[in-house]
C-alpha cells in the first residue's frame, strides 16, 4: 500500500516569496491533516479535511496561509508571504476514519521542509 | 487550550534496560491515546494507541493509561539502540489529535 506522498521535500524561500505543497493521501482515506512541526516541538494541527470540506482550521494563520483539497483526494498548503518563523517541517496525514474514532490511525508522509532565510 | 506535557529528555538508558516515558495531558475528555516514534529527519510513526484505563502491550512496548490521573506512560523493555529517537504523545476526544512536545531517549551500547 503506498503511502503519503509529499512535495517538494526541500524548499528554500526568502522572507515575503511566496511556497506551495502538495499532498497525496492515502487511497480511500477520507481525512487529511496538515501539520507544522517546528525544530524541537511536536507536531501542531494547522487544518483538517473530512472528504473535500474543512472541519478544523483555528489554528491556520489564516492572513498567509492557505489550503485545499479538492475532489476530496489531493491538497495544497500555501504560504504568502512567508516569514521567518515558518520554518518548519509542514507534515501531511491522513486517516481512514474521522480522527478520535476508535481504531483510527493517522499516517504521515515524509513531509516538506521548508527554510526561509 | 488542551496541552499534553512531556519531559523533553534526553533520557538515556543503557541497552537491555527498561526506557520509561511519560506524559500528561489537561483535556479530562479525552478519549484516545498515541504513542509515536520520530527519528531524527523523519516523520511520525504509530508505535501504539491505548482507549481503556489499564496496561496494553505489543512485544517489547507496554501503553498504560490512568485517567483519573491523566497520565499516559510508555515502557520498552529490553531497549536497543534502535529505539533511540523522539517519542511523542498524541490525545484526543472528538478534537483534534494533540502532540506533546516529545522526549528524545538514548539507549547506549
Known amino acids: 500500500e503506498a503511502g503519503v506522498a509529499q512535495s517538494p521535500r526541500y524548499k528554500i524561500i526568502e522572507k515575503r516569496q511566496s511556497v506551495a505543497f502538495w499532498c497525496n493521501p492515502i487511497s480511500g482515506h477520507a481525512t487529511l491533516y496538515w501539520y507544522q512541526q517546528i525544530l524541537g516541538q511536536g507536531p501542531k494541527l494547522l487544518i483538517q479535511f473530512q472528504n473535500n470540506g474543512v472541519v478544523d482550521d483555528s489554528q491556520l494563520p489564516k492572513d498567509r496561509f492557505s489550503a485545499e483539497r479538492l475532489k476530496g483526494v489531493d491538497s495544497t498548503l500555501k504560504i504568502q508571504p512567508a516569514k521567518l518563523e515558518d520554518s518548519a517541517v509542514y507534515l501531511c496525514a491522513s486517516s481512514l476514519f474521522f480522527q478520535g474514532s476508535s481504531g483510527n490511525t493517522i499516517y504521515f508522509g515524509e513531509g516538506s521542509w521548508l527554510t526561509v532565510v | 487550550q488542551k496541552e499534553v506535557e512531556q519531559n523533553s529528555g534526553p533520557l538515556s538508558v543503557p541497552e537491555g534496560a527498561i526506557a520509561s516515558l511519560n506524559c500528561t495531558y489537561s483535556?479530562?475528555?479525552?478519549?484516545?491515546f498515541f504513542w509515536y516514534r520520530q527519528y531524527s529527519g523523519k516523520s511520525p510513526e504509530l508505535i501504539m494507541f491505548i482507549y481503556s484505563n489499564g496496561d496494553k502491550e505489543d512485544g517489547r512496548f507496554t501503553a498504560q493509561l490512568n485517567k483519573a490521573s491523566q497520565y499516559v506512560s510508555l515502557l520498552i523493555r529490553d531497549s536497543q539502540p534502535s529505539d533511540s529517537a523522539t517519542y511523542l504523545c498524541?490525545?484526543?476526544?472528538?478534537?483534534?489529535?494533540?502532540f506533546g512536545k516529545g522526549t528524545r531517549l538514548s539507549v547506549i551500547a
Open positions: 483535556d479530562r475528555g479525552s478519549q484516545s
Open positions: 498524541a490525545v484526543s476526544g472528538n478534537t483534534p489529535l494533540v
